[in-house]
C-alpha cells in the first residue's frame, strides 16, 4: 500500500473508536453477568470481534444491533463446553483473559490464534494459573499458542506478586480468583491499566485496592449494566502526535478515555513542551477532548512507573521523538518484546529505514531528534500499532514514496484509520 506523503497541514475534528481495552471487558462482564448488558459505541476491530465470537462459541447469545450490542448474560456458571478449538486472532487480551475466565470451568477447551498470535508467550499466565488447580499448557516451555486449559471447578485462591507488569496477566488472573474458594491477593509489580477493577465495581462486584495490592473474593456473582465505551487513547494517540509534528497542525479530538492508569502519553508530551489542551471532562465517562497543534519538542526520559501507563503508544512516542530537539531515552520497557512484534526492535529498524537515528537496547531505545525522514519499504509484520505509526511517519516524508506492506494488520484495532485520515487533509 502506497501511502500519503509530503503533507502540508491536518485540521479537524474526530471522534476515535471505542477503546479496545474497555470494549473487551464490557463483552466479557457482560457474558458472566445475569441479565442483558447493552454495550454502545463498541470498538468493531478485530480482536474485539474474536472475544465476541468465542463467548458465542461458550454459549452466550450476543446481539449486534448497531447502535448498540446486546450481551445475554449467563453468568459463571451458564457458560458451555464450545464444540470446536477456540479462535482468538491476533487478541492477546483475548487469549491470557479468556485462560481466567475458563479456569474456573468444569470443561476442557482449545484456544490459538494466528501466526503472531502463536509466538506470544503465554507462561506468564499458564504459571500462576497451574498454582491455583488449573490444567493448562501450550506449546515449548514458554507455553506459545495454542493452548489447551481444563478448568477446574474447585480452584484454589492465590496469593501472587506479578513478575511483570501486565494489566493482561492481572486481569487473567483476577477472573480466576472471582471464581476460587476465598480471598486471593495479586502484588503488582508497577501499577497497570484498571480497567477490570473498574468493571468489576461496576458490575455490582467487589475488589479492593490498596496501591499495588489487589484483594478478590471468589465465588461472587454480577448484574448486567449499561457501558458506554469512550474513546481508546491508544488510537487517539497517533493524531496527537501528528497534530504536534507535522507542520500547521490542529486536531481535535472528541470523547478520549482518560483513564488515570492509561495517560502517560499526555504526561510526555507536556514534558517535551507539547501544546495540548483537555477540556469537557467527563468524570463519569472518564473521557475529555483533546486539542493539540504543532509545538517545538524536546527530548525526554521515559522510564519507570510511567512505561506501563503507556506501554501501547511507544511505537508512535518513538516517531515523536524523531522530531524532538536532542536526545529521548526509553528505559524499563522489556515488555515491547513480547507484544505482537518485538516492538522495540521492529519499530527501531522501521523508523530507521526511513531515515531515523534510533539505537535499541535491552529494554528500550535511545532516539536521536529532529531527522528528516525519507521513503521507503515497511512491513507491519501483522502488527497494526506499526502499521497506523508508519503511515503517521510517512506525512513528513518529502523526499521519495512510503509503501506499507501488510497494512491490513491496522483493522485490528482502527477500521476507520484511513478514512480519519483523509477527513483531516
Known amino acids: 500500500m502506497q501511502l500519503k506523503t509530503g503533507v502540508e497541514c491536518l ?5 476515535v473508536p ?3 481495552s474497555i470494549s473487551h471487558r464490557s463483552i466479557m462482564f457482560g457474558s458472566l453477568a445475569k441479565g442483558v448488558t447493552k454495550v454502545y459505541d463498541i470498538l468493531r476491530g478485530e480482536d474485539v470481534l474474536s472475544t465476541m465470537q468465542v463467548f458465542r462459541e461458550l454459549g452466550v447469545h450476543i446481539e449486534d444491533r448497531g447502535s448498540v450490542v446486546e ?3 449467563l453468568g459463571f456458571d451458564g457458560l458451555q463446553a464450545p464444540q470446536k478449538p477456540l479462535d482468538m486472532g491476533n487478541s492477546g487480551t483475548s487469549i491470557r483473559l479468556i485462560s481466567g475466565v475458563l479456569a474456573g470451568q468444569d470443561f476442557s477447551a482449545t484456544m490459538f490464534g494466528d501466526d503472531s498470535l502463536s509466538k506470544r508467550p503465554m507462561d ?4 500462576p494459573l497451574k498454582k491455583m488447580g488449573v490444567d493448562i499448557s501450550g506449546q515449548t516451555e514458554r507455553d506459545l499458542p495454542p493452548l489447551t486449559i481444563k478448568g477446574n471447578k474447585n480452584l484454589q485462591p492465590i496469593s501472587y506478586q506479578l513478575p511483570v507488569a501486565s494489566a493482561q496477566v492481572k486481569s ?3 477472573f480466576a480468583a472471582l471464581q476460587a474458594e476465598g480471598e486471593s491477593v495479586i502484588l503488582e509489580k508497577e501499577l497497570t491499566r484498571n480497567h477490570t477493577e473498574d468493571m468489576i465495581r461496576q458490575f455490582g462486584g467487589e475488589i479492593s485496592m490498596d496501591g499495588k495490592e489487589i484483594r478478590i473474593k471468589g465465588k461472587q456473582e454480577f448484574t448486567a449494566q449499561e457501558v458506554v465505551v469512550p474513546g481508546d487513547i491508544s488510537s487517539a494517540a497517533f493524531w496527537l502526535v501528528a497534530g504536534l509534528i507535522v507542520p500547521n497542525s490542529r486536531i ?3 470523547n478520549v478515555g482518560i483513564n488515570e492508569t492509561r495517560t502517560g502519553i499526555l504526561d510526555v508530551i507536556r514534558a517535551m513542551g507539547g501544546k495540548l489542551t483537555i477540556s469537557n471532562h467527563d468524570e463519569i465517562a472518564k473521557s475529555a477532548t ?3 497543534e504543532i509545538s517545538d519538542l524536546h527530548g525526554t526520559e521515559i522510564a519507570g512507573e510511567l512505561i506501563p501507563r503507556l506501554i501501547d503508544e511507544l511505537p508512535i512516542i518513538t516517531l515523536l521523538a524523531t522530531q524532538a530537539n536532542g536526545t529521548t531515552i526509553i528505559r524499563d520497557a522489556e515488555e515491547l518484546k513480547v507484544k505482537e512484534t518485538d516492538r522495540i526492535q521492529v519499530v527501531a529498524d522501521a523508523l530507521n529505514s526511513m531515515g531515523a537515528n534510533i539505537t535499541p537496547t535491552y529494554d528500550g531505545m535511545i532516539i536521536e531528534g529532529k531527522t528528516a525522514l525519507h521513503g521507503a519499504n515497511v512491513n507491519t509484520f501483522g502488527d497494526h500499532r506499526i502499521g497506523m505509526m508508519t503511515a503517521i511517519a510517512a506525512l513528513l516524508v518529502q523526499d521519495g514514496e ?6 491490513e494488520a491496522i483493522n485490528t484495532s482502527y477500521p476507520s484509520f484511513f478514512a480519519d485520515l483523509d477527513s483531516l487533509l
Not at 506468564?124 to 504459571?127: G, S, Y
Not at 512510503?402 to 497494512?407: G, I, N, S
Request: aromatic content about 4%; proline content about 0%.
Open 11 to 15: 485540521s479537524g475534528t474526530i471522534r
Open 18 to 20: 471505542g477503546d479496545k
Open 71 to 73: 450481551v445475554h448474560g
Open 124 to 127: 506468564r499466565v499458564t504459571i
Open 172 to 174: 487473567a488472573l483476577i
Open 252 to 254: 481535535v479530538l472528541e
Open 290 to 292: 483533546l486539542t493539540v
Open 402 to 407: 512510503v509503501y506499507l506492506d501488510r497494512a
